[in-house]
């Protein structure tokens, strides 16, 4: 296995603001995707994702990492539409101490049905799925 479920935001007709994953170490991993999925977008509605990094789980020193916004979808367009975001564990700002990481999901104008999921790929450790999220409900 070299694949995790590291952190999700839940399938849900998400109001305009933001909502963000858990902040998840990628210290475990040499790479990350995430996962951004649409369903019906109301009139007027726009979805942008992007990925972050911090120091610590609490979101220390938070600042967006270079090249992982997504293009903006828009209702017509993006309903029904999934984009992925490839992060390499080297992206992050080591130097600097960077070794958290989350999706923030933001939906703008009007709502829109989302869902997401932050995937940890090429597990330093195998098996894998010790590094799941807890909500994890099986592996098989």
């Known amino acids: 296995e070299q694949v995790s479920i590291l952190a999700t935001i839940d399938p849900a007709a998400q109001a305009v603001g933001t909502v963000n994953t858990a902040w998840v170490p990628l210290a475990n991993h040499l790479d990350a995707l995430a996962v951004i999925a649409t369903g019906a977008m109301e009139v007027g509605s726009t979805v942008d994702a992007k990925l972050q990094q911090a ?79 807890a909500a994890v409900a099986e592996v098989v």
């Open 55 to 133: 120091t610590d789980a609490t979101g220390t020193g938070v600042k967006d990492i270079d090249g992982t916004a997504i293009e903006q979808l828009a209702d017509g367009v993006g309903d029904n539409a999934q984009v992925l975001i490839n992060l390499r564990s080297d992206d992050l700002d080591a130097n600097a101490g960077f070794a958290f990481v989350r999706l923030a999901l933001t939906v703008a104008g009007a709502a829109a049905n989302t869902a997401a999921i932050v995937l940890g790929v090429n597990a330093r450790r195998e098996p894998a799925d010790q590094f799941n999220q």
